[in-house]
């Protein structure tokens, strides 16, 4: 039975990707935020989680308040999903594009420095147009760390929806060589890092006013090997576009020890933290950010 729904959701992932493709992108918008809505009916469970994310943040916001970012966030979901099933439609490159990266030549000049590069984001905005996007722009695969889902049908369809614009997917689980070996060859790295690390992968670190552990291994290669990082966030403006304003991570002043990696995982934080605090219904809060291992 599970294989057979698994088989199903494949079917209707096809069936939409079909569908969207006709349509007008403000009717695209539109089935993405219905989408999103259908995501808070059908997990009360995972309501309940996102509205106390929000709750016992520091942000202070009332109950109406967030039952609004609530809201966002999900709709949110919804118009990433719809997006990244119709990723390799958009014109990257047009005088008004989906995304629009104000300062994208800062990740080429960090490149020529020899010691890759590793671009950093969270799940905010569109994180999936975000990769997409920068690879057409910079006409270069990025090397890109992701968690594959537990439906390997659809999986491997949106995986290849991904790599479109010829960028490479690393499982998370098997990364660290990998992940060396592409910055050895000078290449570029895009992660997520905001989503909760597991037992001995991060630090405890405090995050919107609470201890959360967070991802160590971004600082730890940049560290090591010398590697810049670039944060950038995908921020939808109300025309449902993007803008990207990339922001390199001095770490200069710092060493490749405990101190230092963690230091750099906290101006990391510190920029998620800004983003967040921006435009709170783009971000993912759905997750257990958290939970203590």
């Known amino acids: 039975m599970k294989n057979l729904i698994q088989k199903i959701s494949l079917l209707f992932f096809k069936l939409l990707r079909s569908f969207l493709k006709l349509v007008p992108e403000s009717i695209k918008i539109l089935i993405g935020k219905l989408f999103g ?23 202070d916001y009332s ?26 439609t958009y014109d990257f490159k047009s005088t008004s594009p989906k995304v629009y990266y104000s300062n994208i030549e800062i990740i080429k000049q960090a490149k020529e420095k020899g010691n890759g590069v590793i671009l950093l984001s969270g799940h905010f905005g569109n994180w999936e147009l975000l990769a997409f996007s920068a690879s057409v722009l910079l006409e270069e695969a990025l090397h890109i760390v992701i968690k594959y889902q537990m439906n390997p049908y659809t999986d491997k369809y949106l995986r290849n929806l991904r790599q479109r614009s010829g960028n490479e997917l690393i499982d998370m689980n098997k990364a660290g060589l990998t992940m060396v070996k592409a910055i050895k060859n000078n290449n570029i790295i895009a992660m997520l890092s ?11 670190l405090e995050f919107l006013g609470r201890e959360a552990s967070t991802y ?18 995908a921020v939808r403006d109300k025309k449902n576009n993007y803008k990207v304003d990339l922001i390199e991570l001095d ?23 800004n983003a967040i605090r921006e435009n709170p219904g783009l971000w993912t809060w759905q997750h257990n950010r958290w939970k203590i291992n």
């Open 251 to 273: 770490h200069s002043d710092l060493e490749d020890n405990t101190e230092g990696v963690e230091e750099l995982t906290k101006r990391y934080l510190s920029l998620l933290e």
């Open 37 to 59: 809505l259908l995501m808070i009916i059908a997990s009360a469970k995972r309501k309940k989680i996102t509205f106390n994310n929000i709750k016992n943040s520091n942000l």
């Open 63 to 88: 109950d109406d308040e967030i039952r609004k970012i609530l809201k966002e966030s999900y709709q949110n979901l919804g118009i990433t999903l719809v997006e990244l099933l119709t990723i390799d």
């Open 216 to 233: 160590k291994a971004p600082a730890l290669l940049a560290l090591k090997f010398k590697t810049p990082i670039i944060v950038g966030f």
């Open 194 to 204: 905001d989503q909760r690390a597991g037992k001995n992968e991060g630090f405890e």
